[in-house]
T-cell receptor
Framework: GQQLNQSPQSMFIQEGEDVSMNCTSS?????WLWYKQDPGEGPVLLIA?????ELTSNGRLTAQFGITRKDSFLNISASIPSDVGIYFC????????????FGKGTKLTVNP | ETGVTQTPRHLVMGMTNKKSLKCEQH?????MYWYKQSAKKPLELMFV???????ENNSVPSRFSPECPNSSHLFLHLHTLQPEDSALYLC?????????????FGQGTRLTVV
């Protein structure tokens, strides 16, 4: 099936630092979604992107749909302890089954 | 609250037991999904229903049996499971089963097979 390469796998940062994570694929994507999952909970949608080059913010979170349509990044500014969790990228591929494909996640730890 | 509710939140069952997971969505969506989330693995799509019809079965063993009586409810019937089936089972819904619409997840059922 389609593969999404999400990096880094894990991050350990200090409170107040900015964070950046990304997803790449060899396939062209029509949609990029970013989710956050807290321990023991289901993923919660943070940002949805539908157009190449689109840059969207949600509070301290900013995500972009890459111009090549093969990548996306998520930035978190001025991290706080409640940002801890696993962040997943997901997307649908052009010419594919149009089912969501998920990355393996980036586990974020924020030290106060 | 995402508008998708799963019950129970936790379930421990023996390999000879029969149990069911329930999912209900209050979003007016037409598509519902079951995912399996195991440690250190990406989310695995199991089943997709669109307007109550199953549109995808991702080679899931027959010991998992889904049921979708209407667009708001989705069940996953479990029988003779194996310990390796222990995982977080997530239900999701979207406007339809075309991927250009966002999927909203429930909180999941943590299943332990003993």
């Amino acid at each position: 099936g389609q593969q999404l390469n999400q990096s880094p796998q894990s991050m350990f940062i200090q409170e107040g630092e900015d964070v950046s994570m990304n997803c790449t694929s060899s396939s062209i994507f029509n949609t990029w979604l970013w989710y956050k999952q807290d321990p023991g909970e289901g993923p919660v949608l943070l940002i949805a992107l539908y157009k190449a080059g689109e840059l969207t913010s949600n509070g301290r979170l900013t995500a972009q749909f890459g111009i090549t349509r093969k990548d996306s990044f998520l930035n978190i500014s001025a991290s706080i302890p409640s940002d801890v969790g696993i962040y997943f990228c997901a997307g649908t591929t052009q010419g594919g089954s149009e089912k969501l494909v998920f990355g393996k996640g980036t586990k974020l730890t924020v030290n106060p | 609250e995402t508008g998708v509710t799963q019950t129970p939140r936790h379930l421990v069952m023996g390999m000879t037991n029969k149990k069911s997971l329930k999912c209900e969505q209050h979003l007016g969506h037409n598509a519902m999904y079951w995912y399996k989330q195991s440690a250190k693995k990406p989310l695995e799509l199991m089943f997709v229903y669109n307007f109550k019809e199953q549109t995808e079965n991702n080679s899931v063993p027959s010991r998992f049996s889904p049921e979708c009586p209407n667009s708001s409810h989705l069940f996953l019937h479990l029988h003779t499971l194996q310990p390796e089936d222990s995982a977080l089972y997530l239900c999701a819904s979207s406007q339809d089963d075309r991927g250009n619409t966002e999927a909203f997840f429930g909180q999941g059922t943590r299943l332990t097979v003993v």
